[in-house]
């Protein structure tokens, strides 16, 4: 494999696609070495055939607003890659949605499902819907309108969607409710991130944030530091930084900023029980903004127009959208004495910031890895679902707890350089892709 022309012949390709396009070259300039010391990849054109998706479901959705208004919007399920299991991965509610970032997110979690050590596919799915400012009855009738569309496309065994940005609890619900109404058959497992009472599974609402301290832990340990005492700095407010805050908090950190579209927090007393769940009202409200939380916590200051990047911390956590945090961000961080950044949102640095980190020697983990908790402990819950049963909180946590440890280990196994720092992205890169390549290979050309 040559990065260089493979990437020509992508843009030549895919014109314009630049999330898309910025996900694979990662993963190319990481395992390319790797990959060139095996014929029979290049024989079977591996790669060339794992950077395209095996399929994308385009549909229009349209659906009535609360004024009587008629609504219309692009939505897409994007198949990436089954050669593991069956298709895995969220629905993404945002109005930046289109195929060049669902493209990126499945490429993404094609590695990252790998990497979990249970048996899923990639896939990502989602709309140009914009959940800012909806009503629950909008946000109903229009996850129901979505999947009307989608709903014989999916399945337990074939292809089985989550939440991601946009899409939580709520939405799968209402989500699930028109599914059974239109299949007929109470399939429990075709989408993760249920209720508890209708086959949901405990830690699953936790799961990413947790599996991303896990990992934090495992991370530190290895580095002789700990989190205790430490500062953490985390972006966004939703549920991934939710379940990021309250076990960076449970494990002795403190989290001293969170932050929205419209400006940061600055916590510096760390955050407590009742601050912890004004996180999940402040993302129940469909507002977007982070500043009512300085308005009810009286130690808690609002700076407008500024990111979680300009607060002094020790760990940094991205955990909101891509490319959140850019080269300046980096230097920032850098300049204030941050020794460790692990993505928590898929692709959370850019390229130059992943570089400027590196390059300062201090630890980075990429969200592949970070935030394979979340996918993870869903595969968990379709495997309660498929045995008819649910496994208590411990039970599952255990199993999160073995998953991000094995996680770590990969990474430390691929990812090892001679001068003994681990490059994380380069270890869940080769970690991901070998056991992708391999089902692939013994699967014949297909
Ligand atoms: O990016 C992700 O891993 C998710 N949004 C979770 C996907 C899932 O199927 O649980």
């Given at each position: 494999?040559?990065?260089?022309?493979?990437?020509?012949?992508?843009?030549?390709?895919?014109?314009?696609?630049?999330?898309?396009?910025?996900?694979?070259?990662?993963?190319?300039?990481?395992?390319?070495?790797?990959?060139?010391?095996?014929?029979?990849?290049?024989?079977?054109?591996?790669?060339?055939?794992?950077?395209?998706?095996?399929?994308?479901?385009?549909?229009?959705?349209?659906?009535?607003?609360?004024?009587?208004?008629?609504?219309?919007?692009?939505?897409?399920?994007?198949?990436?890659?089954?050669?593991?299991?069956?298709?895995?991965?969220?629905?993404?509610?945002?109005?930046?949605?289109?195929?060049?970032?669902?493209?990126?997110?499945?490429?993404?979690?094609?590695?990252?499902?790998?990497?979990?050590?249970?048996?899923?596919?990639?896939?990502?799915?989602?709309?140009?819907?914009?959940?800012?400012?909806?009503?629950?009855?909008?946000?109903?009738?229009?996850?129901?309108?979505?999947?009307?569309?989608?709903?014989?496309?999916?399945?337990?065994?074939?292809?089985?969607?989550?939440?991601?940005?946009?899409?939580?609890?709520?939405?799968?619900?209402?989500?699930?409710?028109?599914?059974?109404?239109?299949?007929?058959?109470?399939?429990?497992?075709?989408?993760?991130?249920?209720?508890?009472?209708?086959?949901?599974?405990?830690?699953?609402?936790?799961?990413?944030?947790?599996?991303?301290?896990?990992?934090?832990?495992?991370?530190?340990?290895?580095?002789?530091?700990?989190?205790?005492?430490?500062?953490?700095?985390?972006?966004?407010?939703?549920?991934?930084?939710?379940?990021?805050?309250?076990?960076?908090?449970?494990?002795?950190?403190?989290?001293?900023?969170?932050?929205?579209?419209?400006?940061?927090?600055?916590?510096?007393?760390?955050?407590?029980?009742?601050?912890?769940?004004?996180?999940?009202?402040?993302?129940?409200?469909?507002?977007?903004?982070?500043?009512?939380?300085?308005?009810?916590?009286?130690?808690?200051?609002?700076?407008?127009?500024?990111?979680?990047?300009?607060?002094?911390?020790?760990?940094?956590?991205?955990?909101?959208?891509?490319?959140?945090?850019?080269?300046?961000?980096?230097?920032?961080?850098?300049?204030?004495?941050?020794?460790?950044?692990?993505?928590?949102?898929?692709?959370?640095?850019?390229?130059?910031?992943?570089?400027?980190?590196q390059g300062?020697g201090?630890?980075?983990?990429?969200?592949?890895?970070?935030?394979?908790?979340?996918?993870?402990?869903?595969?968990?819950?379709?495997?309660?679902?498929?045995?008819?049963?649910?496994?208590?909180?411990?039970?599952?946590?255990?199993?999160?707890?073995?998953?991000?440890?094995?996680?770590?280990?990969?990474?430390?196994?691929?990812g090892k350089q001679e001068d003994g720092y681990i490059n994380?992205?380069k270890?869940?890169?080769?970690?991901?892709?070998?056991?992708?390549?391999?089902?692939?290979?013994?699967?014949?050309?297909?």
């Amino acid at each position: 494999m040559n990065v260089t022309t493979l990437m020509a012949e992508l843009e030549r390709r895919h014109p314009g696609e630049s999330e898309y396009l910025q996900a694979v070259r990662e993963v190319l300039e990481s395992i390319e070495e790797t990959y060139n010391l095996h014929p029979e990849f290049e024989k079977a054109k591996i790669i060339e055939r794992m950077v395209e998706p095996d399929r994308i479901i385009t549909f229009r959705v349209t659906w009535v607003d609360d004024r009587g208004e008629i609504r219309t919007n692009l939505d897409y399920r994007i198949q990436f890659n089954s050669a593991i299991g069956p298709y895995k991965g969220g629905i993404r509610f945002h109005k930046a949605v289109n195929t060049s970032m669902l493209k990126f997110l499945g490429f993404e979690q094609t590695f990252k499902n790998a990497l979990t050590t249970l048996p899923m596919g990639g896939a990502k799915g989602g709309s140009d819907f914009d959940p800012v400012g909806k009503s629950d009855a909008e946000i109903m009738r229009f996850c129901q309108a979505f999947m009307l569309e989608l709903w014989n496309n999916i399945g337990p065994d074939t292809d089985v969607p989550a939440g991601d940005v946009g899409v939580g609890g709520r939405e799968i619900g209402y989500l699930y409710g028109m599914y059974k109404k239109l299949a007929r058959e109470y399939n429990t497992g075709v989408l993760t991130g249920k209720g508890m009472t209708w086959g949901g599974s405990l830690i699953r609402p936790e799961a990413t944030g947790y599996g991303a301290l896990y990992f934090v832990q495992h991370m530190l340990d290895r580095a002789g530091r700990s989190l205790k005492g430490s500062t953490v700095a985390i972006s966004g407010f939703g549920n991934v930084a939710w379940g990021a805050a309250k076990k960076a908090t449970e494990l002795g950190a403190k989290v001293i900023a969170i932050s929205g579209p419209d400006g940061v927090i600055h916590n510096p007393n760390g955050m407590n029980d009742e601050k912890i769940a004004y996180m999940l009202t402040l993302r129940a409200s469909n507002q977007n903004i982070v500043a009512p939380f300085a308005e009810r916590f009286d130690d808690a200051t609002f700076i407008p127009g500024k990111k979680a990047w300009s607060i002094k911390c020790d760990i940094a956590l991205p955990c909101a959208f891509q490319n959140e945090l850019g080269e300046e961000d980096a230097k920032e961080l850098l300049a204030n004495g941050t020794w460790c950044v692990a993505e928590v949102s898929n692709m959370g640095c850019t390229p130059e910031a992943i570089a400027t980190l590196q390059g300062a020697g201090i630890l980075f983990a990429p969200g592949k890895a970070v935030n394979a908790g979340g996918v993870a402990t869903s595969g968990l819950e379709m495997t309660q679902n498929a045995m008819h049963i649910s496994w208590s909180a411990a039970e599952v946590d255990e199993k999160l707890h073995y998953i991000m440890h094995s996680i770590h280990e990969a990474c430390v196994k691929y990812g090892k350089q001679e001068d003994g720092y681990i490059n994380y992205v380069k270890g869940a890169n080769i970690a991901g892709f070998m056991k992708v390549a391999q089902a692939m290979l013994e699967q014949g050309i297909v």
